[in-house]
């Protein structure tokens, strides 16, 4: 998939911990599954057999059976006896699985998908702002000012701003106090990071304070326990975004 590359994600999975079978496992399943997210292993292809595999990446059969096992539990692959291991239509992938989204985010996103990550924002993350308004505790709330406070500090950095940003869509996630909303954090993070990463507000001394005063927005209704408001300023936040990337990326 072509498109704006975001980087700085870390492996989800780190079986390096486990010894080197774990890691070398890990490896295999990260390089095949890039290589499936990108389309240099296209969808319904036949994927090598397994002596050239081996032989690829230097590992044992039970290491590349326990690789295919993790890409076939992420629905990108199928095996079938005496036709082989073929891709699985994009359709079948498993998006919400974090590894799947992390190596969409390292290959490049098209405008579909960027389209369709911000639909999902906007179905998720204006219901999780107006639960947070009913379920924050004091402690949750002060953290999402703390970190509105940081995204609008003066000196700012990109980067800076970009970790806050992303930390306060979080924590609203967290203060909503459902687990389901919580398991999403990789979506929002993938999401999130690639729309800063092609427009930040903080380059525009009138953006940047415009951010900032629709996310103090979502921090005040959530005070206030207005789980209407919340939602509201939430969905004006998320539309900021789009417009700035779409603006951007025109």
């Given amino acids: 998939m072509n498109g704006q590359r975001v980087t700085g994600y870390a492996d989800t999975h780190d079986y390096a911990a486990d010894g080197p079978t774990r890691s070398h496992t890990a490896h295999v399943v990260r390089e095949l599954g890039m290589g499936i997210i990108a389309g240099t292993y296209p969808e319904k292809s036949i994927l090598p057999g397994d002596a050239e595999l081996m032989e690829q990446f230097q590992v044992s059969r039970t290491v590349l059976r326990e690789a295919m096992k993790t890409l076939g539990g992420k629905g990108l692959i199928q095996a079938k006896a005496r036709i082989g291991t073929r891709v699985r239509p994009r359709a079948d992938w498993n998006l919400f699985d974090a590894d799947v989204l992390i190596w969409h985010a390292k290959s490049g996103f098209d405008a579909d ?38 995204m609008g500090a003066d000196d700012v950095s990109v980067a800076e701003f970009v970790r806050a940003d992303l930390q306060f869509h979080l924590a609203v996630a967290g203060a909503a106090a459902n687990p389901f909303l919580r398991s999403i954090s990789t979506l929002i993070e993938v999401a999130l990071v690639n729309m800063l990463t092609i427009s930040s507000p903080v380059e525009d001394p009138v953006q940047h304070a415009q951010s900032v005063a629709a996310h103090r927005a979502i921090a005040d209704a959530i005070a206030r326990r207005d789980s209407n408001q919340a939602r509201q300023a939430m969905r004006v936040v998320i539309d900021q975004g789009i417009a700035r990337r779409d603006r951007a990326k025109g």
């Fill in 113 to 150: 998908f960027l389209m369709y990550l911000g639909e999902m924002r906007l179905a998720l993350e204006p219901e999780a702002a107006a639960l947070a308004a009913q379920r924050r505790t004091p402690l949750q709330l002060q953290h999402l000012y703390a970190w509105v406070e940081k």
